[in-house]
């Protein structure tokens, strides 16, 4: 089992939105660090840990690493 720490943002120029992986580990005391430093570095945006077994299709969990973004930010 690995960590993920994901981060989701609108643009400065507001045309689109960002949505990235910014940290990855199988040391918890790790992921929750770096998720207060990046908290401390990000305010504004979307922080997420999500917990993601290996080997898995994680299209198969009812809810998995992911941000939902509205069609606006695409036009």
């Known amino acids: 089992m690995i ?3 994901v981060n989701a943002f609108v643009e400065k ?4 939105a960002v949505v ?4 990855a580990s ?13 908290a401390a570095q990000y305010p504004e945006n ?7 077994p290996l080997d898995t299709d994680l ?3 009812s809810h998995y690493p992911s941000v939902f973004i509205g069609k606006e930010e695409f036009e």
């Not at 990235?20 to 940290?23: D, I, M, N, T």
């Not at 979307?46 to 993601?52: E, G, K, N, P, S």
């Open 3 to 5: 960590q993920i720490i």
């Open 13 to 16: 120029d507001k045309t689109g």
């Open 20 to 23: 990235e992986v910014l940290f």
């Open 26 to 38: 199988a040391d918890q005391d790790k992921v929750q660090a770096k998720y207060e430093e990046l």
């Open 46 to 52: 979307y922080l997420a840990i999500y917990d993601l």
């Open 59 to 61: 299209n198969e969990f």
